[in-house]
């Protein structure tokens, strides 16, 4: 009887193991990750490990409108006068980007109001400040003319953009790598170098980031390297 038995456990044994070896081939002998195994694949640029990676990606044929580029390096919007500005026409100073929307009751009124310092701050200077729109449905130039009014905004210092929101959207994340979306933004300005490259990311309400911001600002203005 025990013998019987002895039979019976290594027949399924051997059963089991054949089961085992054909589900292995038949996934091509490669092993599946466990539950707690982590899988990670990443083909695209490496924005992590070089924080200029996206700032160098050049438009294959820049005779092209912007949004044809698979990933953007350069953008278009319109301002609040109406005229098309392009990115191009920024270099050769250091500029501050912010994403804005004009119906916003509350941060983004705290936002430019420090917009309104650092243009106090560096009025006349060779800086701009380019606030975007992300709604701008509503902040057509008309619109965004009476607001840019309410905090004294310098038409010649102080840009005032919209277009359209999925684009926006593109350039929000694609070149200065802050997620918008309509009436979502961070609350961080964006220091752009003469050159067109990101030097850094600054959270406005902290008072020691603020100062930090000015003090690059100032570098950039007088040819100073960090």
């Not at 195994?37 to 992590?48: A, L, Y």
């Amino acid at each position: 009887m025990r013998t019987t038995w002895h039979i019976a456990l290594i027949l399924l044994a051997g059963v089991g193991i054949g089961l085992l070896v054909r589900s292995y081939r038949g996934s091509g002998g490669v092993e599946r990750p466990g539950p707690n195994d982590v899988v990670f694949r990443n083909d695209g640029p490496n924005i992590q490990g070089d924080p200029n990676a996206l700032s160098e990606i050049q438009n294959p044929d820049p005779s092209h409108p912007p949004e044809d580029e698979e990933w953007l390096s350069r953008f278009e919007l319109t301002e609040r006068s109406g005229q098309l500005v392009k990115s191009e026409q920024l270099l050769g100073q250091p500029y501050v980007v912010s994403f804005f929307f004009s119906t916003c009751p509350s941060i983004c009124v705290q936002q430019n109001q420090k917009l309104k310092e650092l243009q106090a701050a560096f009025e006349g200077e060779g800086v701009k400040f380019v606030a975007i729109s992300v709604d701008p449905e509503t902040d057509t130039p008309e619109v965004l003319t009476e607001y840019a009014a309410r905090f004294g905004a310098d038409p010649e210092q102080w840009l005032f953009m919209t277009g359209d929101l999925t684009y926006i959207r593109r350039v929000g994340g694609e070149i200065f790598r802050q997620p918008v979306n309509k009436q979502f933004h961070t609350e961080r300005f964006v220091l752009v170098d003469p050159e067109g490259k990101i030097e850094g990311f600054y959270n406005w309400p902290d008072k020691t980031q603020f100062k930090k911001l000015q003090e690059k600002i100032r570098e950039m203005i007088n040819g100073e390297s960090s």
